[in-house]
């Protein structure tokens, strides 16, 4: 099974957190999987939805490219699932996301979860996205810290960065726990891996889940159903296949002027 993992920074902006990503990933894949980690340049290093829709489209094409190169699965491994509904549009091979899945599986460990993302400017962004799953009564607050998605790469490496983090999440998800929220979400890739290194990670008891593992056992499964049963999104409505020509003419439209 090959699987292409989507990050929206770049190796060379993003070093540190590709190098822990990857052996990461290395621990949790099953035996015969090979997930390979592709960036994006530009990075996505400002927190704004102008962003999110200029890297949207990169992994829109990105998706085409995994599949015509015989991926059999696409991951986006970035919460805010820019591109995420277009990509199940484009192509068959099994399209998972980030936040989708762990907003997903979070349903299964309590009734309410909550999110504490890395940027006040992400709130709004994560609303649309729990509008969108179906999810409002499920997902009931999200909280923000304040980090550009570059800067917390710096806690990587230094444990007193790391116990930092972590202080400024736990502040923000308290209130949270206080409202009834028993599952806390970090609302992102990067605050996910970091907090991977802190065994049984809870704040007054509510679990903070890491949504990688989610992630990649989720593509894992949706490519053993579709071996096993032929199991592929619904073309009816949402995720209508493109036609050919038109896929074609996305892929070579210049990006921008």
């Keep these: 099974m090959r699987i292409w993992y989507q990050s929206f ?19 949790i894949t099953d035996p015969g999987t090979e997930i390979e980690v592709h960036g ?14 200029r890297c949207a489209r990169e992994v829109i094409c990105n998706a085409v490219r995994a599949e015509r190169a015989g991926y059999d ?25 980030l936040g989708e899945a762990t907003m997903l599986h979070a349903c299964t460990l309590g009734q309410r979860s909550g999110i504490v993302t890395i940027n006040r400017r992400f ?14 009564e499920r997902i009931t607050g999200v909280h923000a810290m304040q980090f550009e998605p570059g800067q917390i790469l710096a806690a990587f490496g230094s444990d007193a960065r790391l116990a930092e983090v972590r202080r400024l999440f736990d502040d923000q998800a308290r209130p ?3 409202q009834g929220v028993e599952v806390l979400i970090p609302g992102g890739g ?30 894992e499964t949706a490519v053993k ?33």
């Design 9 to 27: 920074v770049d190796e060379e902006n993003g070093a540190i957190y590709w190098r822990h990503l990857r052996a990461h990933l290395a621990q």
């Design 40 to 53: 994006i340049t530009p990075h996505d290093s400002y927190a704004h939805p102008i962003v999110e829709m």
């Design 73 to 97: 699965a696409f991951v986006i491994g970035h919460f805010q699932d820019a591109g995420l509904y277009e990509c199940r549009s484009v192509v068959d091979i099994p399209v998972v996301s």
């Design 123 to 136: 709130i709004p962004w994560f609303h649309h996205q729990i509008g969108k799953y179906g999810l409002r």
């Design 176 to 178: 949270l726990v206080e």
């Design 190 to 219: 990067i605050p996910m891996l970091l907090f991977s290194q802190i065994a049984d990670h809870r704040v007054d008891g509510a679990p903070v889940i890491n949504g990688i593992p989610i992630t990649v056992k989720a593509a």
């Design 225 to 257: 159903l579709r071996r096993l049963t032929g199991l592929g999104v619904s073309r009816v409505a949402e995720y209508v296949k493109a036609p050919d020509a038109v896929i074609e003419e996305f892929m070579a439209h210049p990006k921008g002027l």
